[in-house]
Structures are given as structure tokens and as C-alpha cells.
């Protein structure tokens, strides 16, 4: 590997794990902020502590019920309670979760623990996304959105998966990029949208065989992974599904304005956003497929790329974390950065409007956040046009010297 290049990647890398320190700092050092900074200690993993049992050390989904009631108040969301070792995320991340448990007695030291594990899969982004593009990759490793939610949530972990998948697929082994966004389906679903664009292009390059075992080996890995506890307990393995399934969308999202004012129901929300969520996608494949034919060869990072803010312009469930799944992408696809940075600043706008409680009264936060939602509802639309005419940051190579250094912004 040429000299610049190893620099290059030393600094993405190095830049990575101090917003990484620096965000944990934020994350865990509660007692000692005060408002109105206090909002940036928020964190799912402190909250969810006692909430998912992990202050009693229950393995996820072998036990345990999803309690459905309207009088179900504060700190419970939606009317729903997963309680006794039941978990709302898929079986990969419920594991992540249970790890840090073992080695906690407090809702503080669970959030260490946590920081601990999840903190080298964002350094493993950070070298991938390097080997790949080169200084590019600084668009993960400095983000504001990484800093903010690196430790929000457990995403880091389907993010690192990811991307990895994204990286065999830059060595030119689809079936392991399969196996990777399989793995990534196990911990939060979305990289298993990867997986028809990586079909896709086999068939394009007249490899059926090869469509065929990425297709099997991506769907099998997910399997693979899901079926003990469906097995050893299909009740606890089903309440992450019935959970979103029966979850009111997020106030602080598309479907949740709109179903207030429109004043819909549960049920037809659901409905409603699930066949939008279909046509969306479909709409992208098409569209995917009408380039493909241009220019006869099948896009498939900016496939990956389009998939992925169509499905996050019009999913039901949206929580502001889910901003990181989409940096590693602007890094992998050749946007202009004007398009990254209404991005994070639409998204760092977003979180100050819910978080920063102590700053704004609630009549304030309710039109910023309303703002902020239909602000983020504009970007993602244009983004998935964007996406659908850029060109890749990378292509399938299999000696990291032939890379060229890709610029900072699309020409």
C-alpha cells in the first residue's frame, strides 16, 4: 500500500476515535452537564437498562411477553412494553445488548460497557470506509451525526456490518457481501434492502449462478442466525416484529405528523406506509435497472444508496439515530457535498429540537421538531434522486494500489 494512502487511512481512523471519545464523553458524563447542555447526554442504551431487563442479566427472547395496553404512560412509548426478556430490536442487537449486562450494576457502567464493545466497530468503519476511498472516508470519521448518536443506540454494530459487506463487495466477493448484509439484517433489517441490488448486478454481469448464491447466501445467513430462537421460542423471537408491527410511528417523524393531522388510526398507518414503502422501493429498482441499461453496467452503490433514503423517507418507523446509516453512503457515492452537509445539518437541527428540552418550551420543540421532519422528508426525496444519478466513489478492485484518491465532492 503506497505511503499517502496508509496516511490517509491512519488519519481517517485516528480523527474517528477522537469524535468517538469525544461523544462517549457527552454520552456518559451526565453529572456533569448542566442545562442547557444537558441534552447531549441523552442515550437509548442508559434508558433501556432497566427497561429491556438487563439490570437482572436476561438473555433476550427465550422468555418473556410484549404487553399491549392504552394506560401503559411515561417512560413507556406507544402503549407497548416488552418486558421479562423481550426485546423490540432483531436477535443480533439483543445480544449486543445483553453482553454489557454481565459486567454492569448500573444503568452508568451498562452505558461504559456498551461504549467499550461498540466503540472499535466504528474504528473498523472507519479503516473499511479508508481502504476504500481514502480521505473520503472523513466524512464518516468527522461527521456530527456520528458524534451525536455513535452512542444513542447499538448502530454502530449494523453500520459495521455493513459496511464490511460493502467492502467484499469492493474485493469482488459478492457471496460474502451477502453473508455480511445478512448478518446486518440480524442486528436492524436494513441491510437486507442490500441484497436485491447485489442480485442484481450478478445478473447483469451474466452470472446467474453467482445472483443465485449471493441470494442464498445472504437470506441463509439471516436465517441461520434467527432460527434457534425461533425455534426455542417463537413468542419471544416474534415480539420484535410484533412490536414495530403494532407501534405508533414516532412523533418525530413523517407518519407521525401526518397520521395527527389527518387524524388516522393505527391500523391504516401501518397499512399506508407499508405499501408506500413497496411502491418507493420499487420505483428506485426501476430505476436502477433504466441506468443499467444506459449505461451498461449495473449501479450498484448508488442502487444501495437510493434504497436506502427511499426506505427512510417513508418507513413508519424512523428514529433519529437511523441518520447513521446513511453517512457511510455519501462516503461510497459521488454526491456533491453541498448534498452531505443540508444532510447533517437538517439532521443536527432535528436532534436539538427533541433533545434540547430544557432549551425550548414544548410549544417551541413541537414546530421545530414538525419543521425539522418536513425538512428531513425534502432532503431524503432529493437525496434519493441524487443518489439515483451519481456515480460510485469505488468500484470492484482487487489490488488497493490501482485506487485513486477520491476527491472530497463529486465534479
Known amino acids: 500500500m503506497p505511503s499517502r494512502w496508509h496516511r490517509d487511512v491512519t488519519v481517517v481512523v485516528g480523527v474517528c476515535a477522537t469524535v468517538l471519545a469525544l461523544g462517549s464523553v457527552g454520552k456518559a458524563c451526565r453529572g456533569f452537564w448542566h442545562a442547557p447542555l444537558s441534552f447531549v447526554c441523552h442515550s437509548d442504551i442508559r434508558a433501556l437498562y432497566g427497561l429491556r431487563g438487563m439490570d437482572r442479566d436476561l438473555f433476550p427472547y427465550l422468555h418473556g411477553e410484549l404487553i399491549v395496553s392504552t394506560q401503559l404512560g411515561p417512560p413507556v412509548r406507544y402503549g407497548l412494553r416488552p418486558v421479562d426478556g423481550a426485546n423490540e430490536y432483531p436477535v443480533l442487537t439483543g445480544i449486543i445488548m445483553w453482553l454489557p449486562s454481565l459486567v454492569s450494576d448500573s444503568p452508568d457502567t451498562y452505558l461504559l460497557a456498551s461504549i467499550v464493545l461498540l466503540a472499535p466497530l466504528g474504528l473498523a468503519t472507519a479503516w473499511l470506509l479508508g481502504r476504500m476511498t481514502g480521505r473520503r472516508a472523513m466524512w ?111 412523533y418525530d417523524s413523517l407518519w407521525g405528523i401526518l397520521g395527527t393531522s389527518l387524524e388516522l388510526d393505527q391500523g391504516t398507518i401501518t397499512t399506508l406506509s407499508t405499501l408506500v414503502v413497496i411502491v418507493v422501493l420499487a420505483v428506485v429498482t426501476w430505476e436502477t435497472e433504466r441506468r443499467a441499461r444506459r449505461e451498461g453496467a449495473y449501479p450498484f452503490l448508488p442502487a444501495c444508496a437510493a434504497l436506502l433514503a427511499g426506505f427512510l423517507l417513508v418507513s413508519k418507523v424512523h428514529s433519529p439515530q437511523f441518520a447513521l446509516w446513511m453517512v457511510p453512503l455519501f462516503v461510497l457515492v459521488r454526491v456533491r457535498l453541498g448534498w452531505y452537509g443540508l444532510f447533517v445539518a437538517g439532521n443536527v437541527l432535528l436532534y436539538l429540537a427533541i433533545f434540547a428540552v430544557s432549551v425550548w418550551s414544548i410549544h417551541a420543540r413541537d414546530v421545530l421538531v414538525a419543521w425539522s421532519v418536513w425538512g428531513r422528508t425534502a432532503t431524503f426525496l432529493l437525496l434519493v434522486i441524487a443518489f439515483l444519478r451519481a456515480p460510485p466513489a469505488v468500484s470492484h478492485v482487487l489490488d488497493p494500489s490501482q485506487i485513486v484518491h477520491a476527491p472530497t465532492s463529486a465534479d
Open 140 to 250: 464518516w470519521s468527522a461527521s456530527p451525526i456520528l458524534l451525536l448518536y455513535a452512542f444513542h443506540n447499538w448502530d454502530l454494530a449494523v453500520v459495521a456490518a455493513s459496511v464490511t459487506g460493502f467492502w467484499c463487495w469492493w474485493r469482488g466477493r459478492p457471496v460474502f457481501a451477502a453473508v455480511c448484509f445478512g448478518v446486518g439484517g440480524a442486528l436492524k433489517l436494513y441491510p437486507l434492502l442490500f441484497l436485491l441490488p447485489l442480485v442484481l448486478e450478478q445478473i447483469h454481469e451474466g452470472d446467474r449462478r453467482g445472483a443465485v448464491h449471493a441470494g442464498a447466501a445472504g437470506a441463509g445467513m439471516f436465517t441461520l442466525i434467527n432460527l434457534p430462537f425461533m425455534v426455542l421460542s417463537p413468542s419471544g423471537w416474534a415480539v420484535a416484529y410484533r412490536f414495530q408491527a403494532l407501534r405508533k410511528p414516532n
